[in-house]
């Protein structure tokens, strides 16, 4: 039996992804788009408009003492790549509840990254779920019972696309999911440059 001591003294853990994040211009252009959305489904659990992210791969709980191993691979990993540029466009659901949108732009080199990302981090010795990578960006989750405001919100995004931006900095962030019953908060635990951001065919 393990003991009272050994139990606190077990590593603390952290909740982790590797994402890109949305230039301001580009979130507050798709915030006016939800606007009225935010009027008639306030009972969405929305994300906060600063928080807005396109995972590239969900590493879950870790050891806080494994995050240090991530950060000279991913700084390697993101200095010899070049930025994808990106727009967000339409909407879409998942299982009726959490509401997204979707991501246009350099797909294929987007898939390249959260590939490249992935490998990184198994190398690291990190275990991954396998799934498939869906690119989109998650903008509210409905509560229990609610099958029908997800689907209603994304048919008034499916016209919408947005401007295109450079997705500049690969982004090591920390979460609270599961950790309180208050609002979801995320923080860069830390962010390296993507390539050198100029406009495609400069």
């Known amino acids: 039996m393990k003991s009272a001591v050994h139990d606190q003294t077990r590593p603390a853990t952290v909740r982790v992804f590797i994402a890109l994040a949305p230039p301001d211009p580009a979130k507050e252009e798709l915030a006016r788009e939800l606007r009225p959305a935010y009027g008639t489904h306030p009972h969405l659990r929305w994300n906060?408009?600063?928080?807005?992210?396109?995972?590239?791969?969900?590493?879950?709980?870790?050891?806080?003492?494994?995050?240090?191993?991530?950060?000279?691979?991913?700084?390697?990993?993101?200095?010899?790549?070049?930025?994808?540029?990106?727009?967000?466009r339409g909407g879409g659901h998942f299982d009726d509840r959490v509401?997204?949108?979707?991501?246009?732009?350099?797909?294929?080199?987007?898939?390249?990254?959260?590939?490249?990302?992935?490998?990184?981090v198994k190398d690291c010795g990190v275990v991954l779920e396998e799934r498939p990578f869906r690119p989109h960006l998650t903008l509210a989750r409905a509560r229990r019972g609610d099958r029908s405001s997800a689907g209603e919100i994304?048919?008034?995004?499916?016209?919408?696309?947005?401007?295109?931006?450079?997705?500049?900095?690969?982004?090591?962030?920390g979460s609270n999911v599961g950790r309180s019953s208050g609002p979801i908060h995320y923080r860069d635990i830390e962010a390296w440059p993507l390539g050198d951001g100029r406009s495609p065919g400069s």
Do not use: M, N
């Open 48 to 88: 906060r408009i600063e928080d807005w992210h396109i995972t590239l791969a969900f590493l879950g709980e870790l050891p806080v003492g494994t995050v240090p191993l991530l950060r000279p691979p991913l700084a390697h990993l993101a200095a010899g790549r070049r930025s994808p540029w990106l727009a967000l």
């Open 99 to 120: 509401l997204w949108s979707g991501i246009d732009g350099d797909l294929d080199e987007l898939h390249a990254l959260a590939t490249d990302v992935r490998t990184t």
């Open 154 to 173: 994304a048919q008034g995004l499916a016209g919408f696309t947005g401007r295109r931006w450079p997705a500049e900095r690969l982004h090591l962030v």
